[in-house]
């Protein structure tokens, strides 16, 4: 089955820089890779999301980009705030079905003010 | 719309006990899912049903985890009998569709002594 790994575990930046989080996915069929945040002591919930018909996509401070040569995908978060601190969960789904959707183990994101 | 309701809020069960969760997915979803969170082993699907039909079972789950949804409205997970490694997360999501948003709940949190 698919395999996601999320390369970072732990990622602290100072407020007003970029974050990066890195995602690697095995299966070749996987073609929906969605991104999801869980801030402490709550729930996880959806924070954007890509299909393998592009490469790059953008929600106001929130940048995906998609290899899918490499099999890899981003997620990039511009001007940091104190907010976005929480652990961001990367996922890929073969066929584009969130019944076969493979979450990696998340990443903790801290922005420092 | 309320979102996925889930309770109890926390769970204490002892060793080789019976215990329920409950969950109630966000009005007019099709489809739900269960999860089992840990740090070590992340976010597992436990079931999957769509239409209140079970479409996905877990696998290596089988044995003491049993789901069921007897409305569209309203889903159980049944644990039977516990043991001290089922001490997680239990995570309730739902969705629209099979590629759309999933909406999770706040979990239950269950530790077995």
């Known amino acids: 089955g698919e395999k996601v790994e999320q390369h970072e575990s732990t990622l602290s930046v100072r407020e007003g820089d970029s974050a990066v989080i890195n995602c690697t996915y095995t299966?070749?069929?996987?073609?929906?890779f969605p991104w999801y945040k869980q801030e402490a002591g709550k729930s996880l919930h959806f924070v954007i999301d890509?299909?393998?018909?592009?490469d790059r996509k953008q929600s106001q401070r929130l940048i995906v980009l998609l290899d899918k040569k490499a099999k890899r995908f981003s997620l990039h978060i511009t001007a940091t705030q104190p907010e976005d601190s929480a652990i961001y969960f990367c996922?890929?789904?073969?066929?584009?079905?969130?019944?076969?959707?493979?979450f990696g183990k998340g990443t903790k994101l801290s922005v420092k003010s | 719309d309320a979102g996925v309701t889930q309770t109890p809020r926390h769970e204490v069960a002892e060793k080789g006990q019976t215990i329920i969760l409950k969950c109630e997915p966000v009005?007019?979803?099709?489809?739900l899912f269960w999860y089992r969170q840990t740090k070590i082993q992340g976010l597992e699907l436990l079931s999957y049903?769509?239409?209140?039909?079970?479409?996905?079972d877990g696998g290596a789950f089988k044995d003491r985890f049993k789901a069921e949804m007897l409305n569209s409205s309203f889903s159980t997970l049944k644990i039977q009998p516990t043991e001290p490694k089922d001490s997680a997360v239990y995570l309730c999501?739902?969705?629209?569709?099979?590629?759309?948003?999933?909406?999770f709940g706040s979990g239950t949190r269950l530790t077995v002594l």
């Open positions: 999501a739902s969705s629209q569709g099979a590629a759309e948003t999933l909406y």
């Open positions: 890509i299909r393998s018909n592009v």
């Open positions: 009005s007019g979803h099709n489809d």
């Open positions: 049903f769509r239409s209140k039909s079970l479409m996905e």
């Open positions: 996922a890929a789904s073969p066929g584009g079905s969130n019944a076969k959707l493979t």
């Open positions: 299966d070749t069929a996987s073609s929906y």
